[in-house]
């Protein structure tokens, strides 16, 4: 990268692009910590007018969740405060080959207070959730209305669970728990189709 010149450069996801003090991010860059960094593959466009930096996307799309982005994953694993992610898709774009490492913590579930984080999620659920820190590991949160969790599973025998009101049931052995749902969750009483859930067995 040629810093301060105006040429275009190829430049990749996470690549230093500048520092807020040279440039403001346009499309296709953003900024944490101060510094500039490009969200997708493509050639730098620098504004030295408006002392903004842009990326052109050569491919169309990025490569990499952006901080911003709404993004659809699977738990992984629940400790008492933490919670381990893999990010599968950006909503409304390609599912990723191999999915990226993210974390939520407990203090990002909920605007309300959550004691056990195994309350609100468990491994092996969906969620849709809000890129908070874009790169490794990223860090995640659904806390704003939408996000939460989209498809849960029984702890016990693994069948898809139900949305019941408030709570989620178990249409195999009964049971009932309790997760942080999202308004978008897959399988709700009246509005099931069998079918699904058969496919999800």
Aim: glycine share 10%; aromatic share 4%; hydrophobic share 40%.
């Amino acid at each position: 990268m040629r810093v301060g010149g105006v040429a275009e450069d190829v430049v990749v996801p996470g690549e230093v692009l500048g520092v807020i003090e040279e440039f403001t991010p346009g499309s296709g860059a953003y900024e944490e910590l101060g510094v500039v960094y490009s969200s997708v593959l493509g050639s730098v466009v620098r504004d030295m007018g408006e002392r903004r930096v842009s990326v052109r996307s050569i491919k169309g799309h990025p490569l990499t969740p952006r901080r911003g982005d709404v993004v659809v994953g699977m738990v992984v694993d629940v400790k008492r405060d933490l919670a381990e992610v893999d990010i599968h898709q950006v909503e409304g774009g390609r599912r990723f080959s191999n999915p990226f490492k993210a974390l939520i913590h407990v203090s990002m579930v909920s605007t309300h207070f959550i004691e056990r984080l195994t309350t609100a999620l468990w491994p092996g659920d969906m969620v849709r959730a809000k890129v908070l820190v874009a790169k490794d590991p990223y860090v995640l949160s659904m806390r704003e209305r939408g996000l939460g969790v989209i498809l849960a599973f029984c702890s016990k025998c693994r069948a898809p669970l139900i949305l019941r009101g408030a709570r989620l049931s178990c249409p195999s052995c009964g049971s009932t728990e309790q997760r942080r749902v999202s308004t978008n969750y897959m399988l709700q009483a009246g509005r099931v189709d069998a079918s699904l859930i058969k496919a999800l067995m």
